[in-house]
């Protein structure tokens, strides 16, 4: 199963801006789509963004469009989340996941999802 670490998580003011990092322990074809899902205290866990391996369309959650983007780096093996305009709400522990669909409502639901990260805290100030 592959393994996923997040990182780059921390404290930053409303308006400010953070990277989020996904390094995988291998690209195969049981994680053929990277994803982003986050989960604030007593609330259910949120699909944020996803993309292939190889690039090209992603999906975003409304709530980030426009602010957030996501992208990967194939020599690295590593997926990134670029978060700018962070708002208080964007509050949050982000989760890195994996898929070895690449379907929106299939990606969208947290539950068809077999390898996880263990999840980086994104605080935001007002």
């Known amino acids: 199963q592959v393994q996923l670490i997040e990182s780059g998580g921390g404290l930053v003011q409303a308006g400010g801006s953070l990277r989020l990092s996904c390094a995988a322990s291998e690209r195969t074809i049981s994680n053929y789509a990277m994803a982003w899902f986050r989960q604030a205290p007593g609330q259910e866990r949120e699909f944020v963004s996803a993309i292939r391996w190889s690039g090209g369309s992603a999906y975003y959650a409304d709530s980030v469009k426009a602010r957030f983007t996501i992208s990967v780096d194939n020599s690295k093996n590593t997926v990134y989340l670029q978060m700018n305009m962070l708002k208080p709400e964007d509050t949050a522990v982000y989760y890195c996941?994996?898929?070895?669909?690449?379907?929106?409502?299939?990606?969208?639901?947290?539950?068809?999802?077999?390898?996880w990260g263990q999840g980086t805290q994104v605080t935001v100030s007002s």
């Open positions: 996941a994996s898929h070895e669909m690449w379907s929106r409502p299939v990606l969208l639901d947290h539950t068809t999802y077999k390898s």
